[in-house]
């Protein structure tokens, strides 16, 4: 029976055998409820490869050096719906008094550098963002510092769209007009191109979050790691909320999804408003 016709079911060893593979390789934590979802998503992987059933394809995963047939896993199974001004209360929160704060924070100690990290970046809709209301937070003095957002993520498509930085009326229509208007170049079909001035500020690269240690030799003042630590359990949510936090700048922010919660007896964070914290070093 041909591939292309028939439907593949994934049997109760072979989901357990993929659910331990995400978790051990990427961390995320597969629940009965995403059965449906991975045996959709990888059944097109199955009929792309000639592969004849799941049992073949773990195989050569696991026989697979290069990780290049793991990266493509992650991609199907991972979700990169994203939008401009996604949980908008956090960018204004950002614009309105964090990134004053620590402007004047920085100049007081006669350190001009502003460092972002949009951890968990998808299709760069969020890190683009955060370069643009930095960029507006400085005004006239944006020559003067020395600023960057860094962007990862551990899908290669998503960090592959956001490098190229177009979108179409949907991503951009919870956007403001003055920053449509400033930070956009209007292609044909609906479709907007980020200025390259913005493109400029960000850097982006893979990195897998559940790694045991970040390759950062400088701290962050703000970190955004928002809707991916709900694909984790406890024990790897908490791992990930120390490193953050150890990559932290003194009196930095940490803002993750609205729908997660790091409770308020993580040591060093502050518990500022729902989904947002500050470090505060103890002493």
């Not at 003095?141 to 190229?164: G, P, Q």
Request: charged letters at 25%; aromatic letters at 12%; glycine letters at 4%.
């Amino acid at each position: 029976m041909n591939l292309m016709t028939m439907n593949v079911s994934i049997t109760d060893n072979e989901f357990t055998q993929i659910r331990e593979m995400i978790y051990s390789c990427f961390g995320i934590n597969l629940t009965e409820q995403k059965r449906s979802l991975v045996e959709g998503r990888l059944a097109k992987v199955l009929r792309t490869r000639g592969y004849s059933s799941f049992e073949e394809y773990f195989s050569n995963l696991a026989n697979d050096d290069s990780g290049a047939g793991l990266l493509e896993l992650i991609d199907r199974i991972s979700t990169n719906h994203t939008f401009f001004y996604r949980e908008a209360e956090h960018f204004d929160y950002l614009q309105n008094r964090a990134l004053p704060a620590i402007i004047e924070r920085q100049a007081a100690t006669g350190d001009r550098t502003i460092r972002i990290w949009s951890a968990g970046c998808s299709s760069g809709e969020e890190s683009y963002l955060l370069a643009m209301l930095l960029r507006e937070a400085l005004g006239r003095e944006f020559s003067k510092w020395e600023v960057a957002v860094l962007a990862t993520d551990i899908s290669i498509s998503a960090l592959e769209k956001a490098e190229k930085g177009i979108y179409n009326n949907l991503n951009v229509s919870k956007l403001p007009d003055f920053l449509l208007k400033k930070y956009f170049m209007k292609l044909k079909d609906d479709e907007y191109n980020v200025v390259p001035a913005i493109k400029q500020m960000v850097v982006h690269r893979k990195l897998n979050l559940v790694r045991p240690e970040y390759p950062f030799r400088k701290k962050f003042q703000v970190i955004f790691c928002r809707n991916v630590m709900i694909y984790f359990d406890q024990v790897t949510r908490k791992n990930l909320v120390d490193k953050f936090t150890m990559h932290l700048d003194s009196k930095g922010y940490l803002f993750v999804g609205h729908s997660e919660t790091l409770g308020r007896d993580n040591k060093n964070l502050t518990y500022v408003k729902p989904a947002l914290y500050q470090h505060e070093i103890q002493r």
